[in-house]
């Protein structure tokens, strides 16, 4: 169909999502590499989102992410708070836990499959252990250190195991991770070969869980942590570099992961568009941005500079998130969202659904097209020009059409839907978030 190339506008259908921002396939093929030479360069992983397995509508799966989603800024909001306030009250550093992908890899030699939950949001690489006082349901075997001819306890003396939130030392490096709904996992750190789709990366630091606890795990046999702390998968390795291309939340196909020098995407992608990323001492795994402002339409909304600021004590501020489904944006900067777009819409405010987002409108019966307003996000030296099909979806079985996003009280996320078909590249080198809009399924 026509897209509408106005200054304020681009054309949506409610029953066929249009991609606005394409590329030509790009092949990323190398030949046949020794596992050293793929080291060298990195390696690729596929993602598949939590849900894909299930028979879901696009809807459907909006609306269960929106559920986990919820959860999720809650914990991470009463994380920064308990952060905030008088660390001795917190008995067990926490940290955020769960993500909305999967990634497969193996451990030990010869190897042990598993399914993993990848998650930005904290450090920590662990996965349920043999002998295990407490474990939940996992489809694959419990990986037994026993078995593997690589591994070996981490020295307590050891930099990984001085990094750990909290930990004791007995029978080597023991540690205690507790998660923000204090869900957690215990037991001994490893250190092992970890394969990731043939490519395999010797010594890699990771928590043998014997007993893991709460909600949310079984999902994957454990997590993978991509956060910015010496900990996770991307600072032990010798470029700490990564990024990841999340296909629409509708797709059948693959998201992708690369890590190491392979990560960085290049111009023929698409334009390059780089952002800083902030420090917060009470917080130094997220990954915070510098968010400046909001346009909608042609119209910059009316939002105080100090709305996404990041607070001297640790709150506030913007984090970058894949484990987050929609966007949460601090209430005083939503409600302006918001307002604008019923002004610039033209649609009727539809209230009586209960699709769990904030903003919906009733569709027009007489018609599968509705224009809506081009959203831009201003990031410091970086604005993000968002294709339709990141922040509204709509339901033609219900009638309405949504806002893809929600109002936090705080900490704002940009979460994955809003980054869906962008190469999004975290260097913590250059302590940098850069974004390529493209297509996921042609990298």
């Excluded at 043998?208 to 910015?228: H, I, P």
Aim: glycine share 10%; net charge negative.
């Amino acid at each position: 169909m026509a897209l509408l190339h106005s200054l304020c506008c681009v054309l949506f259908s409610a029953l066929v999502i249009v991609i606005l921002y394409g590329s030509p396939a790009v092949s990323t093929s190398r030949g046949a590499l020794g596992d050293l030479d793929k080291l060298r360069n990195g390696f690729r992983v596929t993602l598949r989102h939590v849900d894909s397995s299930k028979n879901l509508t696009k809807w459907e799966r909006m609306q269960r992410g929106i559920k986990r989603g919820n959860y999720r800024l809650q914990r991470l909001n009463a994380m920064v708070l308990a952060a905030s306030t008088d660390s001795a009250a917190v008995q067990a550093p926490i940290v955020a836990g769960n993500g909305e992908f999967l990634m497969d890899l193996s451990i030990g030699t010869p190897p042990t499959s598993y399914s993993a939950i990848l998650d930005t949001g904290s450090d920590l690489i662990w996965t349920q252990c043999k002998p295990c006082t407490q474990c939940f349901d996992q489809s694959t075997p419990i990986f037994d250190p026993e078995k593997s001819s690589t591994f070996s306890k981490l020295s307590c003396s050891s930099d990984l195991c001085s990094a750990l939130p909290q930990s004791t030392c007995s029978n080597g490096c023991e540690y205690l991770y507790t998660y923000g709904d204090y869900s957690s996992t215990q037991g001994v750190m490893g250190i092992d070969t970890f394969t990731f789709e043939k490519v395999s990366v010797p010594k890699i630091g990771f928590g043998c869980g014997e007993d893991n606890e709460g909600d949310g795990f079984s999902q994957g046999a454990g997590l993978v942590g991509l956060g910015r702390g010496p900990l996770s998968l991307v600072s032990q390795l010798k470029e700490p570099k990564f990024s990841y291309c999340l296909t629409s939340i509708d797709e059948t196909q693959k998201s992708l992961l690369m890590m190491g020098s392979i990560a960085s995407g290049n111009e023929s992608l698409g334009t390059m568009k780089t952002t800083p990323l902030i420090h917060n001492p009470s917080q130094p795994s997220f990954y915070y941005l510098s968010l400046q402002g909001i346009t909608v339409g042609s119209t910059p909304l009316p939002i105080k500079k100090s709305t996404f600021a990041l607070e001297d004590d640790g709150t506030g501020g913007v984090i970058i998130d894949s484990g987050t489904t929609i966007t949460y944006l601090e209430q005083a900067a939503f409600d302006a969202l918001k307002k604008e777009f019923i002004s610039q819409m033209g649609l009727s405010v539809d209230s009586s659904s209960s699709t769990g987002l904030d903003l919906c409108f009733s569709l027009p019966s007489d018609s599968t097209q509705v224009e809506v307003p081009k959203l831009i996000f201003h990031f410091e030296g970086a604005d993000l020009d968002l294709p339709a099909e990141n922040y509204m979806i709509a339901d033609s079985s219900s009638g309405v059409i949504c806002l893809a996003m929600g109002s936090s009280s705080g900490m704002s996320i940009f979460g994955n839907v809003q980054q869906q078909n962008m190469l999004v590249v975290h260097d913590l080198n250059k302590e940098t978030v850069s974004f390529i809009q493209t297509q996921c399924q042609n990298l």
